[in-house]
């Protein structure tokens, strides 16, 4: 049977639960065959996996693979065709205080009337409770989840007035403030600033310290050795799962359709393969020389500029042969 003629057999039966016997209670995530699917199209295709405690996981794939997909299946804000999704051995509803979720930028309403502390004090409402105020504690401990992130001076400030990495800061506070277990990160380091980025990372590493698992979709390949231990490198399918040394691998990222997935733009494929190999070399500078997190990152910015600057003489070259051969081609 073709897999056409399978996905069209899985999209027309009626959904199942998928018994997912064989994996780890303890997992923090557990998925077990799941597929998602948009109006008959499938989106993630029999998906499973168990992600290991304490970790940062990293979830890659081009364009299309259903990155955020994944995250709103685990979270039940999109409807599955078949399977099961454990979190720490039971359904997500049974365990949602356990789960911290960081939506993408583009997908908040940033003109809604709240100011910064009334977005963090949302993620406290579980202890709340619907319909009442927000009583002191909660306010002292957004106001802390906001001074943590470094914008606790912003706290009363309208949401659409903050910068786009104040923006993101403000929502990761939100995620911290619940004390979660499970912290599901939609891009978290897309279109902030260097110093966002560096605060986004200190409190993933924090998070991962204390025991927490992290599970982050990402899209710059020259970070990801630096960032994250585990990868779920995903194309619809999962192309693989596991430790970073073992899955970011050329063949993986060829397989997962980087240069050549007709879902990316095709004069992206030189720019994606130069990413893979700065990210490569750097990868390879931790694992022989042992390099501390600082000088791998040194490392990598001197191979990217050496890059470019290499590029950018070769472009210039060319220019000028051309320039030179239209002026010997003139009468």
Not at 154 to 160: D, V
Not at 166 to 195: C, G, I, K, S, T
Not at 255 to 269: C, E, R
Request: with cysteine; charged share 20%; glycine share 6%.
């Amino acid at each position: 049977m073709s897999m056409r003629t399978r996905m069209a057999a899985a999209l027309a039966a009626p959904p199942r639960l998928a018994t997912g016997e064989e994996h780890s209670p303890s997992a923090p995530l557990s998925i077990h065959d799941m597929t998602v699917a948009y109006q008959r199209r499938p989106v993630l295709w029999d998906v499973d996996l168990d992600l290991p405690e304490g970790a940062l996981i990293g979830v890659l794939g081009p364009n299309g693979a259903g990155k955020s997909t994944l995250l709103k299946a685990v979270l039940d804000l999109v409807p599955r065709v078949s399977g099961r999704i454990l979190v720490y051995g039971k359904p997500y509803r049974q365990q949602r205080r356990l789960v911290a979720y960081v939506p993408q930028r583009e997908s908040v309403d940033w003109d809604f009337p709240v100011c910064a502390l009334d977005v963090v004090a949302m993620g406290l409402y579980r202890q709340i409770g619907w319909f009442r105020p927000v009583p002191r504690w909660a306010k002292d401990k957004a106001l802390a989840a906001l001074e943590r992130l470094g914008i606790a001076d912003y706290a009363t400030r309208q949401i659409s007035q903050l910068s786009g990495g104040q923006q993101q800061r403000v929502f990761l506070a939100r995620a911290l403030a619940q004390d979660a277990r499970l912290y599901l990160m939609d891009e978290p380091l897309a279109a902030v600033d260097a110093a966002t980025e560096r605060v986004v990372i200190e409190l993933l590493n924090e998070l991962k310290h204390k025991g927490a698992t992290v599970v982050a979709v990402h899209h710059d390949l020259q970070t990801v050795a630096e960032y994250f231990d585990h990868l779920i490198l995903l194309n619809m399918r999962v192309v693989a799962c596991g430790p970073t040394t073992e899955v970011f691998t050329e063949r993986n990222l060829q397989k997962a359709g980087f240069a050549s997935n007709p879902l990316v733009d095709n004069t992206l494929a030189p720019y994606q393969l130069l990413q893979f190999d700065i990210a490569k070399l750097t990868l390879e500078a931790v694992k022989e020389h042992g390099l501390s997190n600082k000088e791998a990152l040194r490392c990598r910015n001197m191979w990217a500029l050496g890059l470019m600057l290499w590029m950018w003489l070769g472009m210039i070259v060319i220019l000028l042969g051309a320039e030179l051969n239209s002026e010997l081609e003139r009468p």
